[in-house]
């Protein structure tokens, strides 16, 4: 069977944990009284570097976007890499068919002074 115990010990116990939560309730009390203090100044630190880190993003971000607008469009680009490869074929192929009439002039002119040197003999 459970031990039965007399109404007095368990005033006793009562009034000892009253006691008790007094003590707890007192300790709470002086505690809430005083002002509680933050020091903040390292969390300032921390956000005065992150934004600096943040506006240096975004003026890192608006000199791209400058950038970009003072660019050639890829068409321009393409446009001009096919006129430069066009003019450079070009001056080849003008060289050559110079080139080519120089050897027919050369040739020309030999058989012309054969053709004089066998009408004049």
């Keep these: ?32 009284s005083k002002e509680l203090r933050i020091d903040t100044s390292e969390l300032n630190v921390i956000i005065q570097n992150q934004n600096l880190k943040e506006r240096q993003i975004l003026i890192d971000l608006k000199n791209l ?27 080849i192929i003008a060289f050559k068919y110079n080139e080519m009439y120089h050897n027919e002039k050369q040739r020309a002119d030999i058989f012309e002074k054969a053709y004089i040197k066998m009408k004049n003999s």
């Design 65 to 91: 976007q400058e950038q970009n607008k003072s660019r050639f469009p890829n068409w321009v680009c393409y446009a001009l890499t096919g006129i430069f490869i066009l003019t450079f074929a070009s001056f």
């Design 1 to 32: 069977m459970a031990k039965r115990h007399n109404i007095g010990t368990i005033a006793e116990v009562l009034i000892e944990k009253l006691d008790d939560l007094e003590n707890i309730t007192k300790q709470i009390e002086i505690v809430a």
